[in-house]
């Protein structure tokens, strides 16, 4: 009896902590963040009906159905309580089948729907043992592999739905002195002066030992296109990578040359992913190590954070009349 009990109390508590994190969740997405550290939600919710937030609404209501529908079982032993049990838990398993088959489709990784999935199979679990069918676990994992292997087999152009690769708009690449703990993008426009202000600091900085730098470019016009060319073709630019752009956004005059076609390129490459992400503004910072990824964004933002973190000496105030 003592066991029917923990599995009861377990099956209830595990059903309102999912609640509890998706709910979380939306209210951190609320404020542009999100407890899932990865991109893979948002590039899934993105191709869905109802998009933003709808994955999170959906496992609320399956869970507190779940929950009331367990609970009433539990209380009456009703038959048709049991089979709404076994249709809502097997339904769950297909879906996430599709879903986490769909994002290894994609090559991304969710560390929140992987933690869902793992959820749903002790969900099953603890069921199984309730109601003492234990081949009722082995059904379920059959399903939610059946749903995943079908969704694989399925031939489609990926190209249509894969996200923008972030590495595909770099164009300064700044190495680690050591090996990197951190690698950090930085999305900057050669026209904003809080972009100034983080490229001056970093220009500062004598050398960096635990974090590589990748450098993307918003803009787009003639010019923009000519100045990183100028940029790109600097012999200096390896030995004072900040320090060369630098130079070149203060340039009042630029020889004209012929653009460098992978500048043009990079900065669609880069405005689509930029677009896509729902960025709003710059400098942006996307700093990843590990599964850990943060997105700071504001100049004076950035410096805290990376002062915080160790990967400068000092930040600067620029001051200006």
């Known amino acids: 009896m003592a066991s029917k009990r923990f599995v009861i109390y377990s099956f209830l508590l595990f059903c309102l902590l999912w609640i509890i994190i998706l709910m979380a969740d939306i209210i951190?997405?609320?404020?542009?963040?999100?407890?899932?550290?990865?991109?893979?939600?948002?590039v899934a919710e993105?191709?869905?009906?109802?998009?933003?937030?709808?994955?999170?609404?959906?496992?609320?209501?399956?869970?507190?159905?779940?929950?009331?529908?367990?609970?009433?079982?539990?209380?009456?032993?009703?038959?048709?309580?049991?089979?709404?049990?076994?249709?809502?838990?097997?339904?769950?398993?297909?879906?996430?089948?599709?879903?986490?088959?769909?994002?290894?489709?994609?090559?991304?990784?969710?560390?929140?729907?992987?933690?869902?999935?793992?959820?749903?199979?002790?969900?099953?679990?603890?069921?199984?043992?309730y109601v003492n069918k234990k081949n009722f676990i082995l059904f379920g994992l059959?399903?939610?592999?059946?749903?995943?292997?079908?969704?694989?087999?399925?031939?489609?152009d990926i190209t249509t739905i894969k996200p923008p690769n972030l590495s595909s708009s770099v164009m300064v690449l700044v190495k680690a002195k050591n090996r990197p703990d951190y690698r950090a993008d930085l999305f900057v426009s050669l026209h904003c002066i809080h972009c100034f202000d983080v490229l001056y600091n970093l220009a500062k900085q004598k050398t960096f030992d635990n974090i590589e730098w990748r450098i993307h470019f918003l803009g787009g016009s003639k010019?923009?296109?000519?100045?990183?060319?100028?940029?790109?073709?600097?012999?200096?630019?390896?030995?004072?990578?900040?320090?060369?752009?630098?130079?070149?956004?203060?340039a009042?005059?630029?020889k004209e040359i012929e653009p460098l076609e992978e500048v043009k390129r990079k900065l669609d490459e880069s405005r689509k992913y930029f677009v896509y992400q729902g960025f709003g503004g710059i400098p942006l910072l996307i700093v990843k190590s590990g599964w850990y990824e943060i997105k700071v964004m504001g100049d004076k933002q950035i410096g805290k954070f990376l002062l915080e973190k160790g990967l400068v000496d000092k930040w600067y105030l620029i001051q200006r009349k």
């Open 252 to 254: 009042k005059k630029i």
């Open 142 to 156: 059959g399903i939610w592999i059946s749903s995943f292997i079908a969704l694989n087999l399925l031939k489609f």
């Open 223 to 250: 010019g923009d296109v000519i100045r990183i060319s100028h940029i790109l073709k600097d012999p200096n630019l390896k030995k004072d990578p900040f320090g060369t752009i630098i130079k070149f956004i203060l």
């Open 28 to 42: 951190f997405i609320m404020h542009g963040k999100s407890i899932c550290p990865t991109n893979a939600c948002k």
């Open 46 to 129: 993105t191709y869905v009906i109802g998009g933003k937030n709808i994955f999170q609404i959906a496992g609320i209501i399956f869970l507190a159905s779940l929950f009331i529908l367990f609970f009433i079982y539990v209380k009456k032993n009703l038959t048709i309580f049991k089979n709404l049990l076994y249709l809502s838990i097997l339904s769950a398993l297909s879906f996430d089948g599709v879903l986490i088959g769909y994002l290894y489709k994609m090559q991304t990784f969710c560390v929140l729907c992987i933690a869902f999935a793992l959820s749903l199979i002790l969900i099953l679990t603890l069921f199984s043992i």
